[in-house]
């Protein structure tokens, strides 16, 4: 199945099935290459200001970059360096490891969804389930050897980095600081490693097109050197340029729910350049199936009705499975 892979061989031209119709296509000469994007740096001793920060970011763009976030470079270099090492495996190497199957707890696919999209996306990635560790690494890639600790040992820092931001967030809307984290029960970690080869035709294509997270939380560590994650803001795409040693974070559609609209779940893209290939490294924080969500209580009032019915984890990501990426807003289909 390596053929399937967009990453086992060069392409000197776009493939008619991964070209985008002419109202679809990413206009890069468009998009803002220096919008202001938030900056929150987690050493600021201010808590409080660092909770407004949040909270205003959340608030205005749905996303926000973190600086002195408590990840060790060291660690956040050595996950880099063996995601760009697995993807130069060989293409015997990564067929064994290849499935369509969204289903798989541990698959290296390409596109998004390949069994039913019409037209696909510039990008081979590995989705690695996380949490617990001990339950699925031993399903993980054994090749390149590094590649299970040096994972393992990211997830740990991703996963304790999302539940101090979950305390800032739930501050700074107003509910205890262990809120988010206690109402979305024992979450489910995931990752996806993102691997974008070069492109012949990067105005006709995208790596992802336009959409915004299922999950809660999305932590992402872009590539320092090459640019491709692109932000909808009032209408215009603008361009998130890698800060060195930042982070990315992302509010998912559940933030979104749970704020009562207050906060946004952002619609975000990534695009692919002719000159370099971009590797990223998206890691999700995902509610408990089970468990009942929808906005916090202390958030719903006279003057501010609930936006969304209650549902479970399960139920919407079943839904949103089921549809293209770029469809409507999933959560439009929860609304009361």
């Not at 920060?53 to 270099?77: D, K, R, T």
């Not at 590539?223 to 974070?249: C, F, M, S, T």
């Not at 984890?313 to 990426?325: C, V």
């Amino acid at each position: 199945m390596a053929e399937q892979l967009i990453s086992t061989a060069v392409h000197h031209t776009l493939p008619e099935s991964y070209v985008r119709s002419e109202a679809e296509r990413p206009r890069l000469d468009e998009v803002v290459p220096d919008a202001d994007i938030p900056v929150v740096d987690l050493a600021n001793p201010d808590r409080a200001a660092v909770v407004a920060q949040i909270g205003a970011a959340c608030s205005s763009h749905g996303f926000f970059q973190v600086l002195n976030h408590g990840l060790p470079l060291e660690v956040m270099l050595a996950a880099m360096a063996v995601a760009h090492e697995f993807f130069r495996l060989s293409p015997e190497e990564k067929a064994k490891l290849y499935s369509d199957d969204p289903a798989k707890k541990m698959r290296l696919s390409t596109s998004f969804n390949v069994r039913k999209e019409t037209v696909h996306n510039w990008r081979d990635y590995l989705r690695l389930h996380c949490h617990p560790l001990e339950q699925f690494v031993p399903e993980w890639p054994a090749n390149p050897p590094p590649f299970r600790d040096v994972m393992s040992t990211y997830c740990k820092e991703v996963r304790q980095l999302g539940f101090r931001l979950y305390a800032m967030i739930s501050a700074s809307l107003g509910l205890e600081q262990d809120y988010i984290k206690k109402v979305l029960g024992e979450q489910e970690q995931h990752m996806a490693v993102n691997f974008y080869p070069k492109c012949p035709s990067p105005e006709l294509t995208y790596g992802l097109p336009a959409h915004t997270d299922p999950n809660a939380l999305t932590i992402l560590m872009m590539d320092e050197q090459v640019a491709g994650l692109q932000v909808l803001k009032e209408g215009r795409w603008i361009a998130v340029n890698p800060r060195p040693n930042a982070l990315v974070i992302n509010l998912g559609d559940q933030l979104q729910a749970l704020s009562n609209g207050r906060y946004k779940s952002v619609w975000h893209r990534a695009v692919v350049n002719s000159d370099r290939p971009r590797m990223s490294i998206a890691s999700f924080l995902c509610p408990c199936n089970c468990v009942k969500l929808g906005p916090a209580e202390k958030l719903i009032g006279e003057k501010s009705p609930a936006v969304y019915r209650n549902y479970t984890y399960d139920e919407y990501y079943k839904k949103f499975w089921s549809r293209n990426l770029d469809q409507e807003h999933c959560l439009e289909l929860f609304r009361t």
